[in-house]
Structures are given as structure tokens and as C-alpha cells.
């Protein structure tokens, strides 16, 4: 059974780069079937898809972020990445990955989460 | 960007009862490519529903997804105490993939 994990710093300066990496187990990240993206949740608010990508190299971003994200798929360490550049407080949120099939925007099984906080 | 709107925003039920969310969107959902999550305290989401219609795989039959086009519906028929938690809808069918703001089901 497939498990996906996020890791990364918890604590990011404003202006600074947020960089997380999610580890999949259970399952190989390589197969065309399978699109890996990243969802934010600020504390006690929604849910926002940051983006998404496909070990083609495709990418997928949310337009709101689309500047300032990087999404990356490495198949040979079996893990994918998110990069978000000039972070700022509001940015703060629980940040999960995920695994979606049937399109890049798909969400249907989640890792853990990982809690960043932006601030100096 | 395809907005979701869900309602209630809270929904107050007691075990046994049956509860109806509603989800609607701003413009017709590609193929109908509807999810629906649970989400708990300190938890990750759970997929429910996708297409609308399907369960995932050991989500209990008494939860089922039904509507197309704008207008969606996840019903729990009969309401255990493991089930009151938040619920979203998400449409996966066109960028960015976009969630309802949640109905949170609680205990009356």
C-alpha cells in the first residue's frame, strides 16, 4: 500500500525559498498512470492545490502561485519536490503531497502533512 | 477558476440519523471529476468519493456521492460517531484543481 511523506524545515525566513520533499513507499513513483502534486492548508482555514507533475517532466502549477513554484519528480530516489520561492507569512500552512490519477489536478491519496511556518 | 461553494457550513445531526451536503459549482465539472474528503482533527484528508459517484476502496457503503454538471451530493446514510469530522469537495476536471470551503458535521 502506497504511503507518501513529507519533510522539509519547519520554519522558513519571509523572502527565503520553502523547500519540501515528499518520500513515496508502497509504490513506484514511475508509471505514466500517476500524477504527484502538493495542497496547501493554512491553520484552521481550506484547502489550496499548489500543483502538480508527472515523471514525463510535465508540470501542472495553480496560476495564484504559478511564478514563484518549482515541482520537480525524481523516479531514480522515488520522491518529488516542491520549491516556493519569496515566501512570505502568508505562506504559513500545513503542507501535504499527494498522489491523483485521471488528471494533474487529481488529490486522491495524502501524505501526512508537514506544518511551515513563515518568519524571521 | 472553477469555484466551489458548499453548504450547510455546519451541519448539526445525531448518530443515526442520515445527512446530506451539498456542493455546487460556478461552472459545469469536466467528466464530471468530483471528489469528496474527510478530513479530521490532525489528519490528512480521506478520499471518499471520485467521479462523482464511486466510493474508494474501503470507504463504508453508507456514504455515496451522487449529482453532475454543478450540483453535487454526498450522503451519509446513517451516521456513526466516527463520521462527524469536515467534509470538502474538490473538482479535479480543470485548472487548479479547486475545494470547497468544507461543512463541518458535528454532534447535536
Known amino acids: 500500500q502506497v504511503q507518501m511523506q513529507e519533510s522539509g524545515p519547519g520554519l522558513v525566513k519571509p523572502s527565503e525559498t520553502l523547500s519540501l520533499t515528499c518520500t513515496v513507499s508502497?509504490?513506484?513513483?514511475?508509471?505514466?498512470?500517476?500524477?504527484w502534486g502538493w495542497i496547501r492548508q493554512p491553520p484552521g482555514k481550506g484547502l489550496e492545490w499548489i500543483g502538480s507533475g508527472h515523471e514525463s517532466g510535465s508540470t501542472y502549477y495553480n496560476p495564484s502561485l504559478k511564478s514563484r513554484v518549482t515541482i520537480s519528480v525524481d523516479t531514480s530516489k522515488n520522491q518529488f519536490s516542491l520549491n516556493l520561492a519569496s515566501v512570505t507569512a502568508g505562506d504559513t500552512a500545513l503542507y501535504f503531497c499527494a498522489r491523483g490519477i485521471s488528471t494533474p489536478y487529481a488529490t486522491g491519496k495524502w501524505g501526512q502533512g508537514t506544518l511551515v511556518t513563515v518568519s524571521s | 477558476e472553477v469555484v466551489m461553494t458548499q453548504s450547510p457550513g455546519t451541519l448539526s445531526s445525531s448518530p443515526g440519523e442520515r445527512a446530506t451536503l451539498s456542493c455546487r459549482a460556478s461552472q459545469s465539472v469536466s467528466n464530471n471529476y468530483l471528489a469528496w474528503f474527510q478530513q479530521k482533527p490532525g489528519q490528512a484528508p480521506r478520499l471518499l468519493i471520485y467521479g462523482a459517484s464511486n466510493r474508494d476502496v474501503g470507504i463504508p457503503d453508507r456514504f455515496s456521492g451522487s449529482g453532475s454538471g454543478t450540483d453535487f451530493t454526498l450522503t451519509i446514510s446513517r451516521l456513526e460517531p466516527e463520521d462527524f469530522a469536515v467534509y470538502y469537495c474538490?473538482?479535479?476536471?480543470?485548472?487548479?484543481?479547486?475545494f470547497g470551503q468544507g461543512t463541518k458535521l458535528e454532534i447535536k
Open positions: 474538490q473538482q479535479y476536471g480543470d485548472s487548479p484543481g479547486t
Open positions: 508502497g509504490a513506484s513513483i514511475g508509471g505514466s498512470r500517476f500524477y
